[in-house]
């Protein structure tokens, strides 16, 4: 007999969850289908009850694909992306996804982690005890609430259990990947349960930085843990009590330069020569969350969530994608807040009528510091540039060339020569002091060669005028730092009802509504830039954009309040005992903000987001050893808040701005289970989007007014899993494998431009194929395994983008990760 089922570790991505969650050793001689438990409406059901799209990522599945974090389930769940970064992670459900760079905005999904709200920097917690990971779809407006406009992702860790539990695994691959993961579940008394993990998690980068000292790109450095216990008052009342914690130290994330300037233009040499200083992307995360439950009878029911979280980033990056001094440019983003969540929920659950009833209350201090670094060889770089872009500037030059020559411009001799000199050679110069056109400067003046630039610069900034000029000597590797540094006080608060009645056997309504509110206050300084104490005449030349900055004259200060009521009402029916239909309305609300690098949303805050969402569903088991679950979506979205890279006016780089749209999506998203033979199972998710969006004017990257535009997409993928448990003569074997498809839509992005296409790898579809092969001891104590991902090493690019990009001609790219592969070991006590 078999002994190693596949309880819990069904094909990827099943969305309707009907695997078991724990892993821990099952005896069967068949893969099945189990029933799972979900709480996507604030209480316990079988996911095939529940008349809402709900996928799940269990346990076993985050096993079978390595899965760290969100990101990595993405290509599971249909519907669903998530950003790969750590601090900027950005969620989006079926197409609509958060402008995460301001402090002044919100996420347009919501993130629960046991019960509490997580805000965006966190939500890219690693995987560390989790039992499972619910994905709601659509607007949950209702039941939780703040900023559930487009959906909601429910992180549910494993809670401390009654019998002892414990393991320890490693888990070794290439690129130098090592985690290391305990765990130890134990009662310390008949009432008293304590449960603690911890989890190690190293991989050296897949991209390679040849400069001296720069860190590899996909470098990561993962520290988790949690400790939890579970104190059974009575039968009645239980409460408990965790503390969780969390540090990051990555690298930076990739910049693949491929302009001339970078050290390859195919970004698939896997190697960069970057030069950002001290870069990196940081997180130090701990938080406690403190549950009290409590049956007052058969039916009435409570629970009271209370949760303070504390966290701070930072996020520095190369924003060039070369080793060109005079092009230098870096961001950081460095954020700090604390916040703290409650919740009562009461529970009702009768004989025909089910309720849930609460409020909640948030509330968040933030601190943000948003840093531009550029040396002094490229802020030189942008003002001769405007030099030479400038015909005032020019005929100024040419003035004092002719000048210096010994005569005038008009005179028909020397000083028409001069000037004339003077504007051919700028008409040909990229830098001043760069090789072949240093002499052509220096003959104007007679001055000497390079030991002497500072003082043709000085001469050539005291004609104009400016201080913004200078030499290549004087501040050779000094680096010149703007910032905008944000404050944010955010309450929130709310209250709900929801309430589910059965009119008969098989048909049911459900309605529900809440009343939120959002006050945030918010405020902006702008210190000047860090060589004000160097030299006079500097004036800023980053966050310069006309009116949008209060450089050097204190706090601005803004504050406002945003209020709506959301809701839902569905009609749910059951047509057999094991499948049903439903179709819902709902509605969603993310508040208003303020964009922390756009100061002239102190008078103008940016809209909330409201979604109206309509959606016909069907789940169940169709047939005897068939599982499915299909949705049609049609979802509207008024005052869609994005991010964008705009160069305003008089501004030198592209910055991410928020603007405001109205987006229209809808699309089909199927999952397939099918129990082929008694240990064989395949599975199906594939989703079908269109977008029609429609954006108010903003200026793009090259500094480009783009007027309103409708444009539509569709974006289609698939992913295909297979499970197969044969009979061995020892212990159990278990094959996992999984093919991912994802078709490009590259093109259809705003920013994308045409002569992207000829760079390797852009526009290419995402095709993977994954795998897990392990083996488990008769008992269940030992467990090996094999893994593999994107065994078939499918390459393909990003789009290229960059803050340089249309100053210094300096776009930069990513790349997808190449073949991984590794060996697992496991004990079970």
Do not use: C
């Not at 893969?31 to 979900?38: A, H, K, N, R, Y």
């Not at 679950?629 to 509207?636: I, K």
């Not at 074997?733 to 045409?754: K, M, R, T, W």
């Amino acid at each position: 007999m078999s002994k190693f089922q596949l309880n819990g570790r069904r094909p990827i991505a099943l969305a309707v969850a009907f695997a078991a969650g724990a892993v821990v050793p099952a005896f069967a001689n068949a893969v099945e289908m189990d029933e799972i438990i979900v709480t996507a409406q604030k209480r316990e059901q079988n996911a095939l009850e529940v008349p809402v799209t709900v996928d799940t990522f269990s346990t076993a599945d985050m096993e079978n694909t390595n899965a760290l974090k969100l990101s990595d389930m993405a290509d599971y769940i249909p519907g669903f992306e998530a950003g790969s970064g750590v601090t900027q992670s950005a969620l989006s459900i079926r197409g609509v996804s958060s402008s995460n760079i301001s402090a002044g905005g919100d996420p347009s999904v919501a993130v629960f982690y046991d019960d509490a709200y997580v805000p965006a920097p966190a939500t890219s917690m690693s995987f560390s005890d989790m039992q499972r990971v619910e994905v709601l779809k659509g607007p949950q407006g209702t039941l939780f609430g703040r900023n559930a406009a487009a959906g909601t992702v429910n992180l549910v860790p494993n809670p401390p259990q009654q019998d002892f539990e414990a393991f320890v695994s490693t888990r070794v691959g290439n690129y130098g990947l090592t985690q290391l993961e305990g765990m130890v579940n134990a009662p310390l008394a008949d009432n008293f349960f304590v449960r603690g993990n911890l989890m190690s998690f190293q991989r050296d980068g897949f991209v390679e930085n040849v400069f001296p000292g720069g860190d590899d790109a996909g470098a990561e450095d993962i520290v988790t843990g949690r400790v939890a216990a579970l104190w059974q008052i009575t039968d009645k009342t239980a409460a408990q009590l965790s503390y969780d914690w969390d540090e990051v130290d990555n690298a930076a994330r990739q910049a693949i330069g491929v302009s001339e300037y970078a050290y390859s233009t195919n970004p698939f040499d896997r190697k960069v020569e970057n030069d950002v200083v001290n870069g990196g992307e940081t997180r130090s995360m701990s938080s406690v969350n403190a549950k009290l439950t409590h049956a007052f009878d058969d039916a009435w029911s409570m629970k009271w969530v209370s949760n303070f979280r504390q966290w701070e980033t930072t996020n520095r990056e190369e924003e060039d994608g070369t080793a060109d001094i005079t092009r230098y440019l870096d961001t950081n983003n460095v954020f700090d807040s604390d916040i703290s969540y409650h919740e009562l929920q009461v529970n009702f659950s009768g004989d025909r009528l089910k309720a849930v009833m609460g409020a909640n209350y948030s509330h968040e201090n933030i601190y943000q510091r948003t840093d531009v670094t550029a040396s002094a060889e490229s802020i030189t770089r942008l003002v001769t540039t405007d030099i030479v872009n400038n015909q005032d500037l020019r005929d100024m030059i040419a003035y004092g060339a002719a000048m210096e020559a010994g005569g005038m411009p008009g005179d028909g001799g020397v000083g028409d020569a001069a000037a004339a000199y003077a504007l051919g050679a700028l008409d040909t110069v990229d830098h001043l002091w760069e090789e072949g056109d240093w002499n052509t400067f220096t003959t104007l003046v007679g001055l000497g060669q390079v030991p002497q630039a500072d003082a043709y610069y000085d001469a050539i900034a005291a004609q104009l005028g400016t201080g913004m000029l200078f030499g290549p000597q004087e501040f050779a590797g000094k680096y010149w730092t703007e910032s905008v540094e944000n404050t944010g006080d955010f309450t929130n608060y709310g209250v709900y009802a929801d309430f589910d009645y059965e009119l008969s056997e098989n048909f049911s309504v459900l309605a529900g509504l809440r009343y939120s509110t959002d006050e945030k206050s918010f405020t902006w300084e702008t210190p000047g830039t860090s060589f004000r104490d160097m030299r006079d005449g500097v004036e800023e030349v980053i966050f310069s954009a006309a009116d949008a900055y209060n450089v050097g004259e204190g706090v601005r200060r803004a504050s406002d309040k945003w209020s709506a009521t959301t809701g839902r009402v569905v009609g749910q029916y059951h047509f057999t005992d094991d499948a049903m239909a439903y179709l819902s309305y709902s509605t969603g609300y993310k508040s208003g903000g303020f964009d922390s690098l756009n100061l002239l949303t102190a008078d103008n805050p940016i809209e909330p987001e409201e979604v109206d969402n309509i959606e016909l569903g069907i789940k169940g088991d169709l047939l005897e050893n068939l599982r499915v679950q299909l949705s049609y979506f049609d979802m509207t979205v008024d005052n869609r808040q994005r991010s964008v890279e705009s160069k305003r006016p008089e501004s030198a780089n592209a910055l991410p701005t928020v603007i405001n749209g109205d987006q229209q999506f809808n699309g089909v998203e199927v999952t397939v289970d099918w129990m082929a033979t008694e240990s064989m199972r395949f599975g199906l998710v594939t989703t079908v989007r269109d977008a029609d969006s429609k954006w108010e004017p903003y200026y793009d990257a090259q500094g480009e007014l783009q007027s309103e535009r409708q444009k539509s997409s569709v974006d289609t993928a698939y992913t295909v899993t297979f499970d197969w448990a044969p009979a061995v003569s020892v212990g159990d074997l278990n094959l996992h494998l999984d093919y991912i498809f994802a078709e490009n839509s590259d093109q259809l992005e705003p920013g994308f431009v045409a002569s992207f296409s000829d760079i390797e790898g852009v526009g290419a579809d995402d095709k993977r194929l994954n795998g897990r092969m392990v083996w488990m001891s008769g008992g269940g104590q030992y467990e090996l395994a094999l893994w593999g991902r994107n065994l078939l090493d499918n390459e393909r690019t990003g789009i290229p983008s960059g803050r340089t990009m249309s100053v210094f001609g300096t776009p930069y790219t990513s790349v997808s990760e190449p073949r991984t592969y590794g060996a697992e070991v496991r004990y079970n006590f």
